[in-house]
């Protein structure tokens, strides 16, 4: 039986067990490296947050994205977006240098075990652990509005479902929502040549602003420090102080976790989407129907606030309208396992101070967790905390349970960083 069994190979999941592996624990690790990143966002896509604040975390902080940039001639540089493609291959980087060997299956079943748990793969093999960290990002948690519901999925499809656009050239497409991946998506989407519009509820786009330079006056900095989401106190205190904000009360932190960093787009992709997208704004869809006689099409419902209603005809929507993080989603939970976790007002798993739901030895990572330690968990930066917090948590669910952590031989647990590490100095010495 192994002391820790990760699943999920994205940030979070190969943070996780990169920590682990340092702390000696006898782990096995399931997924595909970065997964949704290489697979579920279309190519042509940037990376929204700094690079420095990227980074995937190993307990000495050598395997960081500006040093695998630099090793392919690149530089990370504050306030230039790293694109979408770089960022998917500096985490397979990091997984083959800073992580033990991760078995791609996918996880369809844990369960509860005398001693911990069993984990059953895709191919029907069980494998058991006494903890287990789950760190399944976002695709389970996928979120469309319900009056698409029901819709055929070759007309109505979520931003996470493409990895690339091009079976919409030439067609028609309307996006719902107004963050982030919406603005992204419909400025992909027109300069290959569809016809896109944006549908929005909120009366205005919202804009980030060109972040500050890094190196400026002390008192500019005083007056808002740089973070890893962004300018100013509070954003600091979300990225840097997850710890602290966990200890604020249940309702407060239901109330920022919901409302703090809403949707906006990155100011490098305004440019791209004014001149080029129809922007419908204030705008939400009441009902949808395929259009009748095999048209191929759907025809949008919408309503304003004032509750004027009208129609548009479109031929595929695309919703980008983010995740709900519930315990309910949660599908490859044991009914048993699923039912003894305690949930907070918003529906999500509450979890203690080291990551840990209220089932002993599950612990949760990722965006499932931001209603316990707040928007930070929604970005990769939130990794580097998780990833140390939760594995002092399980070495000390561990010690409770009387076992001790297994440690792991120091050449069977080093061999596969090792090879990858020999391997990338052989790769950046010619890239040199």
Same mark, same amino acid.
């Given at each position: 039986m192994y002391d820790l069994l990760v699943v999920g190979?994205?940030?979070?999941?190969?943070?996780?067990?990169?920590? &682990? #592996?340092?702390? /000696?624990?006898r782990q096995r690790v399931f997924g595909r490296p970065m997964a949704s990143w290489r697979d579920h966002m279309p190519r042509g896509m940037y990376l929204k947050s700094e690079p420095w604040a990227s980074n995937l975390s190993d307990p000495d902080g050598r395997w960081r994205l500006d040093t695998y940039c630099a090793g392919r001639g690149v530089e990370a540089r504050h306030g230039e977006p790293i694109p979408l493609e770089m960022f998917a291959a500096y985490g397979q980087w990091f997984a083959r240098n800073a992580?033990?060997?991760?078995?791609?299956?996918?996880?369809?079943?844990?369960?509860?075990?005398?001693?911990?748990?069993?984990?059953?793969?895709?191919?029907g093999q069980t494998v058991r652990a006494r903890t287990v960290a789950l760190a399944v990002g976002v695709l389970p948690f996928v979120e469309i509005p &319900? #009056?698409?519901? /029901?819709l055929d999925p070759d007309l109505v499809s979520h931003s996470s479902h493409h990895g690339e656009l091009d079976r919409f050239r030439g067609r028609d497409v309307t996006v719902i929502g107004g963050g982030q991946a919406a603005l992204e998506t419909a400025a992909l989407l027109a300069e290959q040549g569809t016809r896109v519009r944006v549908l929005a509820r909120a009366d205005q786009l919202t804009w980030?602003?060109?972040?500050?330079?890094?190196?400026?006056?002390?008192?500019?900095?005083?007056?808002?420090?740089?973070?890893?989401?962004g300018c100013g106190w509070r954003n600091w205190f979300y990225s840097e102080r997850p710890g602290l904000y966990h200890r604020l009360p249940e309702p407060t932190r239901a109330r920022i976790a919901a409302t703090a960093l809403g949707p906006a787009g990155a100011w490098w992709v305004r440019a791209r989407?004014?001149?080029?997208?129809?922007?419908?704004?204030?705008q939400e869809v009441a009902q949808a129907r395929e259009l009748a006689g095999g048209a191929g099409g759907v025809r949008l419902e919408t309503v304003s606030r004032s509750g004027e209603r009208s129609t548009l005809e479109t031929e595929h929507v695309i919703a980008a309208t983010g995740f709900r993080a519930t315990t309910d989603r949660m599908g490859l939970l044991d009914a048993e396992l699923g039912a003894g976790l305690g949930t907070l007002a918003d529906g999500s798993p509450a979890v203690g101070r080291h990551f840990e739901s209220s089932y002993p030895g599950l612990f949760l990572a990722g965006l499932v967790t931001a209603s316990g330690f707040g928007p930070a968990m929604r970005f990769v930066h939130g990794a580097t905390f998780t990833a140390e917090t939760l594995?002092?948590?399980?070495?000390?669910?561990?010690?409770?349970?009387?076992?001790?952590?297994?440690?792991?031989?120091?050449?069977a647990s080093a061999s596969a960083s090792a090879s990858g590490r020999r391997e990338e100095a052989v790769r950046s010495r010619s890239a040199g």
């Open positions: 190979a994205g940030p979070y999941g190969l943070s996780i067990a990169s920590h &682990a #592996a340092g702390a /000696g624990l992580v033990p060997e991760v078995d791609e299956r996918t996880i369809t079943r844990v369960a509860p075990v005398a001693g911990g748990f069993e984990a059953v793969t895709e191919d &319900a #009056a698409l519901h /029901g980030n602003d060109v972040p500050p330079a890094w190196e400026r006056p002390w008192w500019r900095s005083v007056r808002a420090p740089h973070s890893g989401l989407v004014e001149p080029a997208v129809e922007v419908m704004l204030g594995v002092r948590g399980v070495r000390r669910r561990l010690r409770a349970r009387g076992g001790g952590a297994v440690v792991v031989p120091a050449p």
